[in-house]
């Protein structure tokens, strides 16, 4: 059952997961602070997008790839850990939706960085993910339509009350 103490252990485990990640991308790319400041230098002086392939921006898009997919496999396993907890089963479709997601932006983000730009443009990830987004969400509506409890119809309600 869903209470505020038990939210908040919930809170703090996937906070704790984030925090986790976060590590874990700062040790496997140790240069992404200077990546992304140079990043952002190029932005303000070119006013465009730089291009991701150049050598100083080279681990921006592997650690983007690696950071999504593993906050979608933390959503994976919150969904997993509500359901064993007893929470809502809404709560955990709603986890595990977000975590499909993530994990999709994080291989197309892949399918980005390992080709330098060739199997998808930098263009394309965007509008992609939000289709796949969209339709999750669209999915996720429909599923917890359907399995919502009924409410009478009105005709029902006044039935032989007159």
């Known amino acids: 059952m869903e209470t505020r ?10 906070f704790g997961g984030f925090l986790i990640i976060v ?3 700062f040790f496997l790319y140790p240069d992404i602070p200077s990546a992304i400041r140079a990043f952002f230098e190029a932005l303000s002086e070119q006013r465009r997008f730089p291009v ?13 790839a690696i950071f999504f997919a593993m906050l979608g496999i933390l959503n994976f396993l919150m969904a997993g850990i509500r359901l ?3 929470w809502p089963w809404q709560r955990s479709l709603n986890d595990a939706s977000w975590g499909i997601a ?3 932006l994080g291989y197309l983000i892949w399918l980005y960085s390992i080709s330098g730009g060739g199997v998808i443009s930098g263009w394309l990830i965007w509008p992609t993910f939000l289709i796949v987004a969209g339709i999750l969400v669209a999915v996720n509506g429909l599923i917890r339509y359907y399995y919502a409890p009924r409410e009478r119809p009105m005709s029902e309600k006044y039935e032989g009350k007159g």
């Not at 103490?5 to 996937?14: E, M």
């Not at 991701?52 to 983007?64: I, N, T, V």
């Open 84 to 86: 064993v907890a007893r």
């Open 52 to 64: 991701l392939s150049e050598p100083r921006f080279r681990p921006l898009p592997e650690a983007a």
């Open 5 to 14: 103490r038990s939210k908040a252990y919930f809170d703090l485990i996937s």
């Open 102 to 104: 993530l994990v999709f």
């Open 23 to 25: 590590g874990l991308i």
